[in-house]
């Protein structure tokens, strides 16, 4: 941990090949790829659906190969998966018969994949596809899936993921000056409770005095219409 690796971990770059091991906040690594994904995606936004389906496929189709392939890099398994989404995302809107279609051939991909060696590899993105096709359908259903009252846990997840392991090097640091063996006493469920309760409470205030305001400034600064604070405002705004 030092300077150079704090700007990298800073900008959400740190696993674009320029360090070795993680650093400061190790989870941060995947964040880092999923935004080298959102670059490209912002990228070929204006022509990836101009021929609906066809786009997306090409794109997780061009990302498989790089990752087949053995090309340097870490982005080519998200890529692949983040496109395959974009094309779920069109089986969506072609409608219920091309969804159900779909879901069923990825189903029958997953159980092939399950019971023959050969097409073990396959496993998982008729998995993912199947996962993705399900919760869009659910989503198009709306009212009445999620109660609003427990919407505020979708909103926390974010913060949840990055403030996890600084609540563990903390506790760890504090525990080890304190004398106290932390091996036996991160063993008992009281701990683990304990543990994710205060990290759940955390998350909820870093998500109401940082992310929320956060947005709101972002959408004011740059014009952008529509309430900030929620994930159901996120997917409504523009």
């Known amino acids: 941990n030092d300077l150079y690796l704090l700007v990298l971990n800073g900008f959400f770059v740190s696993d674009w090949g320029f360090e070795q091991g993680f650093s400061f906040i190790a989870p941060i690594w995947s964040v880092s790829i999923e935004i080298f994904i959102?670059?490209?995606?912002?990228?070929?936004?204006?022509?990836l659906f101009r021929w609906g389906i066809v786009g997306p496929v090409c794109a997780a189709a061009l990302f498989a190969v790089l990752?087949?392939?053995g090309v340097p890099g870490v982005f080519w398994p998200c890529g692949f998966f983040f496109f395959a989404g974009s094309a779920a995302f069109?089986?969506?809107l072609a409608g219920r018969a091309p969804r159900l279609a779909?879901?069923?051939?990825?189903?029958?991909a997953l159980i092939a994949g399950s019971l023959m060696p050969q097409l073990a590899e396959a496993k998982m993105p008729a998995l993912f596809l199947a996962v993705m096709l399900c919760a869009a359908s659910l989503d198009l259903l709306r009212a009445g899936i999620v109660p609003r009252r427990l919407r505020w846990i979708?909103?926390?997840?974010y913060?949840?993921?990055?403030?996890h392991v600084p609540c563990q090097i903390l506790l760890m640091t504090a525990l080890a000056i304190a004398g106290i063996d932390h091996s036996a006493l991160a063993r008992t469920p009281w701990f683990f409770l304990a543990f994710l309760g205060g990290v759940i409470g955390l998350a909820r205030l870093s998500f109401l005095y940082v992310e929320?305001?956060?947005?709101a400034w972002?959408?004011?600064s740059f014009g952008l219409r529509g309430p900030a604070g929620s994930n159901e405002a996120r997917i409504a705004a523009p």
């Open 159 to 163: 913060s949840v993921y990055l403030l």
């Open 38 to 47: 959102y670059i490209v995606f912002f990228l070929t936004l204006p022509f």
């Open 218 to 220: 972002l959408r004011r």
């Open 102 to 108: 779909a879901l069923a051939l990825a189903l029958a």
């Open 212 to 215: 929320r305001p956060a947005q």
């Open 67 to 69: 990752a087949a392939t």
């Open 154 to 157: 979708g909103d926390i997840t």
């Open 90 to 92: 069109c089986l969506t």
